[in-house]
Nanobody, 114 residues
Framework: QVQFVESGGGLVQVGGSLRLSCVVS????????IGWARQAPGKQRESVAA???????TYSNDVKGRFTIARDSAKNTVYLEMNSLNAEDTAVYYC????????WGQGTQVTVSS
């Protein structure tokens, strides 16, 4: 059974930074594409970043240059370093494989205040 446990969210001011963690069990983060997605209130879930087994990374235009995805294979964990946060980054952040698993973790809330 694949499970995702996200953490690291919180309340931060505009311009601040956060580092999210996603502990994965049931699949290897070094053998699967792992992505971060977010869902803001009233909006659909959207992908923001992904990392492939060979370490290639992709980002949505909204976060490119500000967010960095990385992994620690020994800990089977994927991270999302978020800098220069703005109010539009407020959302619940989730991780999943790509293609996605049928179940999602509980997510971690990121709130950016001005």
């Amino acid at each position: 059974q694949v499970q995702f446990v996200e953490s690291g969210g919180g309340l931060v001011q505009v311009g601040g930074s956060l580092r999210l963690s996603c502990v994965v069990s049931g699949v290897s983060v070094s053998r699967n594409i792992i992505g971060w997605a977010r869902q803001a209130p009233g909006k659909q879930r959207e992908s923001v970043a992904a990392i492939t087994p060979v370490g290639s990374t992709t980002y949505s235009n909204d976060v490119k240059g500000r967010f960095t995805i990385a992994r620690d294979s020994a800990k089977n964990t994927v991270y999302l370093e978020m800098n220069s946060l703005n109010a539009e980054d407020t959302a619940v952040y989730y991780c999943n494989t790509i293609p996605k698993q049928s179940t999602w973790g509980q997510g971690t809330q990121v709130t950016v205040s001005s």
